[in-house]
Structure formats: structure tokens, C-alpha cells
């Protein structure tokens, strides 16, 4: 089925990627010239790998799916800092083809959807070093509904309380990221339901959306993935106008929210470089080598 080809899920474990400075440079030199201070402002040699890697899925998600030259992709941000790509011609079979990456930790993930509107949100569930959880915890107390802090705080052990915090935290940062949001939106009017984080329902300022699924996912070395998909109308308005559909009947838009969600596919850095295609990988890409350093 088409549709299927436009649902994908991408990842990288930043952790096994150890480029020397020149192969880091050849890696940044595949994306467009306006992307290198993206990059290039951070550090921290882990930031400017994430900040990379983010990207270069980016380019290779789309020129795999879509089959656009990387030379030919263009990727634009809305007003709210929303990646999408600028398509002259709308793809008939991949009708709101767009993507949602993400990274945190030694992880670094993109998701996309033909249809529905999708987020991505990966967080490693960092334990605080000069303060309690609970401590911790309470300054974001105010992101969340009343059920959900109280399903937090008596989650268990002060481990488990933590982790049931990030998990709430990144299921609701993917639904904001779904919709093209940004830092200013009100986290304790989204409230969710779940099961063992299972049959996972959303409600905002109430109201149950059966239009959303969500699905959260364990990725070990203590991180945690959650993707969000729901319909393009509640895309903000900056947002909406990147889309080539924001309108479908029932039977269309279900087509697309049921369509099955596929595992994470754990890809190396150079396989998301064009070179790649004519078997012209660099050996530091696969090698131990001089690494970056801060």
C-alpha cells in the first residue's frame, strides 16, 4: 500500500558515531549551506552530533520516501519553529506527506505520516544530582492536570515516580509538536488517559479527541519515544498552510490514522549520506578513529 511507505520511524544512537573533526565536516557538508550554523553554534561536541544527525535524517527520510535529490530538498520552519518541507508538487499518494524529528541523550529519531499529523518526542529520563526527584519534579508541577500529578507522585519509588514523569512530559511535548505548537502552550489543559500506557486517549480543556492515537515506546538505555498522530484541523494556523490537505471525510482520514505504526529502525550515520547510494563511505564513518572533542 503507498500509504504505508509514507509512515516511517528513524533512529540513531549518537553514542556509537565517534567521526574525527574532518569526517564531522564532509557528514555537515551533504546539507545546505544555511544549516551549518544550526550546528555549528553548539559546544558540546554531543550537541553539534544530535543537531547533525537531526538533519541529516531529515534529507535522507525525504529523499527516500519521496525520492527528491538531496539537492532538491528544501526544508522551511513555520513561525513557530515547525520543520516542513516545501513541495512545488504535492505528492498525489502521500497526500500531508510530514515528519517530526527529535533527540535527547544518545538518541536521535524522526517519524513521518502520509496523512495524519505526527509528533515525536524522545526523552532520557535524566536523574537529578543536587536535588530529590521529588524536588525535582515540583517545578513542573504546573504542566499538569490534576490526575496526572497525582498519578505521578504516587507512581511508586522515587525511580518509578520519575520515570511516570517523563513519560507524561513526553507524550504531551509529541501532541504539541504534532500540532506545530510551541513553548507557550498551556501542557495542563492536554490531559492523558491510559492503561500501562497503553490504549493512550488525550483529552484538552476536557474534551476527549477520538481523532489522536498515541503509542509509548521504551527504547532501553533509559530513554523513552512517544509519537502522536491526529487529524491536520488542529494543526496551528502557520502550520496549516504547509499542508496540501486539512480536510478529509471520516473514511479517508481513518484510512490514515489506522494504518499500522511500525517499529523503530536503527540506522548508522553513513547511512543517511548520499555517498552512501555509490558504496563511497569513508572509512571513519564505520571505523574507530580520531574523534571530535570539546
Same mark, same amino acid.
Given at each position: ?5 509514507? !509512515?516511517?520511524? =528513524?533512529?540513531?544512537?549518537i ?17 545546505p ?9 553548539f559546544?558540546?561536541?554531543?550537541? $553539534? ?5 537531526? &538533519? ?7 529523499h527516500?520516501? +519521496? ?9 522551511? &520552519? ?13 505528492? +498525489? ?36 544530582? @543536587? #536535588? ?10 504546573s %504542566? ?7 498519578? !505521578? ?6 525511580r518509578?515516580?520519575l520515570?511516570?514523569? %517523563?513519560?507524561?512530559?513526553? /507524550?504531551? #511535548? ?15 489543559? !492536554?490531559?492523558?488517559?491510559? $492503561?500501562n500506557?497503553?490504549? !493512550?486517549?488525550? $483529552? ?8 489522536w492515537?498515541? =503509542?509509548?515506546?521504551?527504547?532501553? @538505555?533509559?530513554? /523513552? ?7 491536520p484541523?488542529y494543526?496551528?494556523?502557520? %502550520? ?17 490514522? %489506522?494504518?499500522? *505504526? ?12 548520499p555517498? *552512501? ?8 564513518f564505520s ?8
Amino acid at each position: 500500500m503507498e500509504l504505508e511507505k509514507g !509512515i516511517q520511524r =528513524w533512529i540513531v544512537d549518537i553514542s556509537e558515531w565517534n567521526p574525527s573533526t574532518h569526517y564531522f565536516s564532509v557528514a555537515m557538508s551533504f546539507l545546505p549551506q544555511h544549516e551549518h550554523a544550526s550546528i555549528t553554534r553548539f559546544f558540546k561536541t554531543e550537541d $553539534k552530533k544530535r543537531a547533525l544527525v537531526s &538533519r541529516l535524517l531529515q534529507y535522507a527520510l525525504i529523499h527516500q520516501v +519521496l525520492g527528491i535529490p538531496y539537492d532538491e530538498i528544501v526544508i522551511k &520552519r513555520t513561525a513557530e519553529g515547525k520543520p516542513y518541507l516545501e513541495c512545488g508538487k504535492p505528492n +498525489l499518494e502521500l497526500p500531508n506527506f510530514n515528519f517530526n524529528a527529535s533527540h535527547h541523550g544518545d538518541f536521535v529519531a524522526i517519524a513521518s505520516e502520509p496523512i495524519c499529523l505526527v509528533g515525536l518526542d524522545v526523552v532520557t529520563q535524566t536523574i537529578p544530582e @543536587k #536535588e530529590s526527584v521529588e524536588e525535582f519534579i515540583q517545578s513542573f508541577s504546573s %504542566y499538569f492536570s490534576r490526575l496526572e500529578w497525582f498519578n !505521578i507522585i504516587n507512581a511508586g519509588s522515587s525511580r518509578q515516580i520519575l520515570s511516570e514523569f %517523563y513519560r507524561y512530559w513526553s /507524550v504531551k #511535548e509529541a501532541f504539541v509538536k504534532a500540532i506545530g505548537d510551541g513553548v507557550g502552550y498551556k501542557l495542563d489543559t !492536554i490531559e492523558f488517559h491510559h $492503561k500501562n500506557w497503553e490504549n !493512550i486517549v488525550v $483529552k484538552v480543556d476536557g474534551k476527549e479527541l477520538k481523532d489522536w492515537r498515541f =503509542w509509548l515506546l521504551e527504547l532501553g @538505555k533509559d530513554h /523513552v519515544a512517544s509519537i502522536a498522530k491526529g487529524h491536520p484541523m488542529y494543526a496551528t494556523s502557520s %502550520y496549516k498552510t504547509t499542508l496540501n490537505r486539512t480536510q478529509f471525510n471520516d473514511e479517508e482520514y481513518n484510512v490514515g490514522l %489506522y494504518l499500522p *505504526n511500525t517499529s523503530f529502525i536503527f540506522q548508522k550515520v553513513e547511512d543517511l549520506l548520499p555517498f *552512501n547510494e555509490t558504496g563511497r563511505v569513508p572509512p571513519c564513518f564505520s571505523q574507530n578513529c580520531a574523534v571530535l572533542k570539546d
